[in-house]
């Protein structure tokens, strides 16, 4: 099993930062990508961030440039900073690990954390 615990979020202003951390335990071989993903009222769940092992990285286009992903691969964390923050990023933020290798059999295995939520509000 793979668990994951999150960390961070809260409320804050229009033009503010929020740092979120999730930290990886368990069955943790062949992580391939961690991510964040989130999820606003009535809407899907929607990819914000991503970063392969490798350090390669991937945001929604409306993050980018705001939001900075990143990984230590020693203590198996990931982590979004988040800054000039707007109403529209207000939403649960879920972290993501995607386990893939000889461990799954080179199938795909997603974990998911248990949800952080971010409110941006004057």
């Known amino acids: 099993q793979v668990q994951l615990v999150e960390s961070g979020g809260g409320s804050v202003q229009p033009g503010g930062s929020l740092s979120l951390s999730c930290a990886v335990s368990?069955?943790?071989?062949?992580?391939?990508?961690m991510g964040w993903y989130r999820q606003a009222p009535g809407k899907q769940r929607e990819s914000v961030a991503t970063?392969?092992?490798?350090?390669?990285?991937n945001y929604k286009d409306s993050v980018k440039g705001r939001f900075t992903i990143s990984r230590d691969n020693a203590k198996n964390t990931v982590y979004l900073q988040m800054n000039s923050l707007n109403a529209e990023d207000t939403a649960v933020y879920y972290c993501?690990?995607?386990?893939?290798?000889?461990?799954?059999?080179?199938?795909?295995?997603?974990?998911w954390g248990q949800g952080t939520q971010v409110t941006v509000s004057s």
């Open positions: 368990g069955s943790i071989s062949n992580i391939n990508s």
């Open positions: 970063i392969t092992r490798g350090g390669t990285r």
């Open positions: 993501n690990v995607v386990r893939l290798g000889p461990t799954t059999g080179w199938n795909r295995r997603d974990y």
